[in-house]
């Protein structure tokens, strides 16, 4: 067995040889420069890169990722292959969905490297879990309309996973009269590291003071067989509510979900008794609008039917984020409203995820 310090220092070599591999292959055949490494998970590692194509117009760069299968154990070696494989394969179809992350059209020559990469659109600004960490930093709460938007991107996410195709950035929504068929497809492992907050669109309501999240990793991606315990869309949906708890909780990966019974609203208004598991801190919060907690509560309700449809929390959502204001939020017992206001929110979004720094 071998010391800690050991491992540590063999999985850094390791990286850094798959690193100066890529470098080479990359700069060789694509006119790529190395910028840094963004990151490394339990499977893989990633690296930015700057890519610089000669138009006629003149040189046109762009940042792009380079996503390498990595493990720290060799026998887990074949697993994280086979992830990044099973993930180009999903982030193919799932290709123009606006908050999944895009694969680019590079294909790797295996023959020319020794571990399987893809080339991703980089997501700038970090991932909810740094978000998390500076929000606990700097016991700063995340206004009301600010969840609203996070928890519309990762239901629009959900929609993005349940009707590929997609097209060019498509805003995600049901389609109508069942022209796409439901794709029974499960993210499996979207936590607060695997979704990346991307940039503003000044011409959406949704994202002129919001930044966009986009969701990443998609090597555990799978179709849930028909006649499950849990629908693909009831297990994504109880994902992205936890992700939103986690927000509100302040806590990264350390979310403590306990069984509790809540009393909640459903669609016709009347009060249900329901088993939800989240973590206490959602439910105890004293500054959400009812109407956001109780979402997400039924949304990781305990038994997957009492969770509520992707229609039902798009539309709740939706009408949110179109017609909130800060007046919405003035009668919360001690809380302060200025707080929701456009020009707060701007303000904070500022602070917490464009001034900040999302390098490792
Ligand atoms: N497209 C991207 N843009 C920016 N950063 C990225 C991108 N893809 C990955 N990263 C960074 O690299 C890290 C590792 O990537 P990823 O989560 O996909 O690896 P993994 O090993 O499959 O993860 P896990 O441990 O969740 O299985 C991410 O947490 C993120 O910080």
Known sequence: MLRASKRKKLKEENIQRLTDEYTKYFTERHSFEFVRRLGVGTGAAALLFKESECEASGTEERNV???????????????ADDEIENERKWLTRLQGAEHIVKILSHDVDRSKVSRPALVLEYVQYGSIQDL???????????????????????????I???YPP????EQE????????ELSSIIHNDLHDENVLISDLRPDSIEHRHVPILKAIDFGKATIVPAGNWETADQK??????RLITGVVAMKYSTLGDENMEVDIPDKTGNLRKIIVFTDPALHDSPYLLPSLKNILLLCQAANPNDRPSLQYVLNTCEKAVTTHTAQTYAGIANYDGASETDDSIRSMIQQIVFNADSSP
């Open 65 to 79: 990722a380079v996503k390498f299968a990595f493990s720290e154990y060799e026998h887990r070696n074949e697993q």
């Open 132 to 158: 998390c960490k500076r929000l606990k930093a700097g016991n700063i709460r995340v206004p009301n309309r600010v969840l609203w938007t996070m928890f519309l991107c990762l239901t629009r996410a959900c």
């Open 160 to 162: 993005g996973f349940a």
């Open 166 to 169: 997609w097209q060019n950035d």
């Open 173 to 180: 929504s049901i389609p109508i009269n069942g022209i796409k």
């Open 236 to 241: 994504n949906i109880q994902e992205a509510a």
